[in-house]
């Protein structure tokens, strides 16, 4: 790996970070490791249960962990309230987040009246429309596309091949990673006389302050008004959002999840893998959806809802589907049972 | 926003498009907005019954919509069969589309038996491969890779960022969004020995006029034959479409829908969100999925299917789940029961 | 098409790859067609039982299949043990694979400490990051992004419109279709006083020999360590790899699939298109995943498992679905019943 080497001492990144030391202070770590792959210079860490049987034979040189497992590790540890936030935080010491460049690379086509802060960093191949202004610190990697009246705010990242289509706004340190789509039409059908005639999408895509928007996502504009994403949103890779969704600040959204148009998602959610939202709908804040679950109604009260099915053995999934096809007879005889 | 406004009359509107004005046919619109949000220079309308009660308290400058509504609007309004059609013409006279500013980019690529209509307008970082026809009036946006053998027909729209691998042909008026790769592999492969071997891809994909194709959407190339939408099919976004698949004209297919090799499609289908749909079927005219269905069989009569469940909260759901896990052996106890 | 035509005896083709003739072997073929598209000079194949009926009309020159169909075919044929095996080799002795034409684009930006092959050829608008090597009779086609510290083994092709965000290593005869994003973050987050922290992902990517990886895929680089597809892993179209997840060889993945993070899948899995894998679990060799089927528990035996629901007519399905609803109780109803 490239750059120069950082390294701490475990007494230094307990005084740091607020962390209780457990061991000797003067350990050495210049970088970081899982529990079962870490050698003697890095750090580890131990948040997910499920690793706990791997703390007694770590290689790691020092362990960031709760107090519950302080008193199993082997090795000098860093004691955290929350050891996963801790980590986080220490890992980042050792990741070199690259200073932008400022500059425009010579092969960028950029329009007369787009406005790029002397700040900012526009990498090769790069295409900015009329209009658009791109903020202090910002970095528009290599490929990206920004079309017309569109905004980046300061110190926010296009990884490279991101598309702005038109009318879209990010705020501050927002991240986009590669293929990701902001502000495409919303799909907006009429149908007329045996054919389709296209709804003209007009809106834009809003992104608050911090969002992260991951790689070949996508989020379309609004029809009319904005598409938007409150602050700290973080959405993975291949999400869909379609046209007028607004997402509530600090939710969480992991991969494939398609979310229709009009959708109004809360703060403090969690979205689970691939879960589908209908459109027109409301989800109230602090509401976890489990993984490939449906929702197709508004959600008023906080907590987990779930409706993916967990697999089984094909042949026994194929009998009881197979009921499930029967049910509403099944628990119809079942009821006149009963009532005899 | 950027460009000069248009404005338009109620009474100059109603006699374009044939509606019935209702109340003062002088009053100008200069834009579109939603009830709620629509000050008073916009036109807005009223579709989906969801949104009924925000008219009476709408300060839009006047609202398209049905005669079983008009009563109750506090403005002028436009008196439409379909409010939502006239909505869409009406709102398309104000959304302008740019007309092709024809030329070919001084960092673009073609190559040199590609054939360029002069009307045509290649944007930057644009690549042209061997034999590719651009037809007149067609942009082709910044990043768009056009490979061999593709063609792309009048008055057709790749964005941005398109990709169209080989022998792709797009017919006249199709609108393709950021993203979208046309004729990549299909997913052909057979296992020799203990590896696999790739099932070359020799075949293409045709795709109809009027044809609409989301960002990020994959329609990959047929294995022999081509893969094919007819006329005037709209993909959302985030869609698979397999190889040698076929989708009859008028479809509509919502946003992350996967659809196998060789699956066929029907004529005025409606696909909802993340459905499934597996290879070698068919589907006949007129079926509406519903979102995250999944359809392992051919369809041959009209009608709505499903099998997306909706969520519960999880402890319900969890429990009912267990049980589904053990339908077979409920129905056969139940059988056992009513026999006796 | 484009490129001379090549053809071939019966005898020659029987001879090269170890069939068996039947018929007359100075039959010539010049192309491959399906059983019911190929004409005279062509050569099809029956493989899938279900183009059966196809064979006795089919006007095709010559026709690959198995011993058991030998009898049915109205023209000569090659006899194969597994015919999809056989036709896959003999038609690409048709598909002319461009050999690569070694150089760098004038367009191309490559840092000056990137390594790349003589024998290379690098496409128009490709980017290539610091410390990247790029091997022998590899082939990076237009708009790729390559990011620092990445390695392109010999013969790999990275279609068009690929990219390696950083710390990507292919192997060698690696194929990567356009829109593919390998080794963006991971989705990594710890919340930390009601706001989300990223947490750095550091980790790689790490694609063994003769993968193939599909349009738009996503695979994100690993939290600390890497990100590992084996030998002859194949990835169809949108697939959503998480981080540190590994997948064995000779594994085949289906379109639409998310596999979330850690998650381990064995060798010779197959694993249906849209279906579901969550984190932090493990898929022992040999499983079969049917389409949209949801993996949340480790899975220790071979075989077929699945959960993905088909679907029914709606008003059907809604009945049933309510009834799931309940389906806890209505089986303690029944349990008490059975008891008594």
Same mark, same amino acid.
């Given at each position: 790996? @490239? !750059?120069? $080497?950082? &390294?701490?001492?475990?007494?230094?990144?307990?005084?740091?970070?607020?962390?209780?030391?457990?061991?000797?202070?003067?350990?050495?770590?210049?970088?970081?490791?899982?529990?079962?792959?870490?050698?003697?210079?890095?750090?580890?860490?131990?948040?997910?249960?499920?690793?706990?049987?791997?703390?007694?034979?770590?290689?790691?040189?020092? %362990?960031?962990?709760? *107090?519950?497992?302080? !008193?199993?590790?082997?090795?000098?540890?860093?004691?955290?309230?929350?050891?996963?936030?801790?980590?986080?935080?220490?890992?980042?010491?050792?990741?070199?987040?690259?200073?932008?460049?400022?500059?425009?690379?010579?092969?960028?086509?950029?329009?007369?009246?787009?406005?790029?802060?002397?700040?900012?960093?526009?990498?090769?191949?790069?295409?900015?429309?009329?209009?658009?202004?791109?903020?202090?610190?910002?970095?528009?990697?290599?490929?990206?596309?920004?079309?017309?009246?569109?905004?980046?705010?300061?110190?926010?990242?296009?990884?490279?091949?991101?598309?702005?289509?038109?009318?879209?706004?990010?705020? @501050?340190?927002?991240?986009?990673?590669?293929?990701?789509?902001?502000?495409?039409?919303?799909?907006?059908? @009429?149908?007329?006389?045996?054919?389709?005639?296209?709804?003209?999408?007009?809106?834009?895509?809003?992104?608050? +302050?911090?969002?992260?928007?991951? @790689?070949?996502?996508?989020?379309?504009?609004?029809?009319?008004?904005?598409?938007?994403?409150?602050?700290?949103?973080?959405? +993975?890779? &291949?999400?869909?959002?379609?046209?007028?969704?607004?997402?509530?600040?600090?939710?969480? %959204?992991?991969?494939?999840?398609?979310?229709?148009?009009?959708?109004?998602?809360?703060?403090?959610?969690?979205?689970?893998?691939?879960?589908?939202?209908?459109?027109?709908?409301?989800?109230?804040?602090?509401?976890?959806?489990?993984?490939?679950?449906?929702?197709? &109604?508004?959600?008023?009260?906080?907590? $987990?809802?779930?409706?993916?099915? *967990?697999?089984? +053995?094909?042949?026994?999934?194929?009998?009881? *589907?197979?009921?499930?096809?029967?049910?509403?007879?099944?628990?119809?005889?079942?009821?006149?049972?009963?009532?005899?």
């Amino acid at each position: 790996m @490239a !750059g120069q $080497e950082k &390294q701490f001492t475990l007494a230094g990144l307990a005084e740091t970070f607020g962390l209780v030391l457990q061991g000797d202070g003067s350990v050495v770590v210049h970088g970081v490791g899982t529990l079962a792959g870490a050698g003697p210079g890095q750090l580890s860490f131990l948040a997910n249960p499920r690793y706990r049987r791997e703390l007694a034979a770590t290689r790691a040189g020092a %362990v960031v962990l709760s *107090a519950d497992d302080a !008193g199993d590790s082997p090795v000098p540890c860093l004691v955290a309230k929350s050891p996963y936030v801790a980590f986080a935080k220490i890992s980042a010491l050792f990741e070199p987040a690259p200073a932008p460049a400022p500059g425009i690379h010579a092969s960028a086509v950029v329009a007369d009246d787009a406005l790029v802060d002397p700040g900012a960093q526009i990498g090769p191949f790069v295409s900015i429309g009329a209009r658009s202004r791109i903020g202090a610190g910002a970095v528009i990697g290599p490929g990206c596309v920004i079309g017309d009246d569109c905004e980046v705010g300061p110190g926010s990242v296009l990884v490279a091949r991101v598309t702005l289509v038109t009318r879209v706004r990010l705020g @501050a340190r927002v991240r986009v990673h590669p293929g990701a789509v902001l502000g495409a039409d919303g799909f907006g059908l @009429a149908m007329d006389a045996g054919r389709w005639i296209k709804v003209p999408q007009v809106g834009g895509v809003v992104v608050g +302050d911090d969002c992260e928007i991951g @790689a070949n996502t996508c989020i379309d504009r609004g029809a009319i008004e904005d598409t938007v994403l409150e602050e700290d949103v973080r959405l +993975d890779n &291949q999400i869909q959002i379609g046209h007028n969704v607004r997402i509530g600040a600090h939710t969480a %959204v992991a991969g494939c999840v398609a979310v229709a148009g009009s959708a109004r998602i809360g703060r403090y959610c969690l979205i689970g893998g691939a879960a589908g939202i209908t459109g027109h709908l409301e989800i109230c804040d602090k509401v976890t959806i489990t993984a490939m679950s449906l929702v197709t &109604q508004s959600i008023t009260e906080p907590g $987990e809802y779930s409706s993916g099915m *967990a697999v089984q +053995d094909s042949r026994s999934w194929r009998r009881n *589907a197979a009921r499930f096809r029967q049910l509403d007879q099944l628990a119809r005889r079942m009821g006149a049972l009963t009532k005899d």
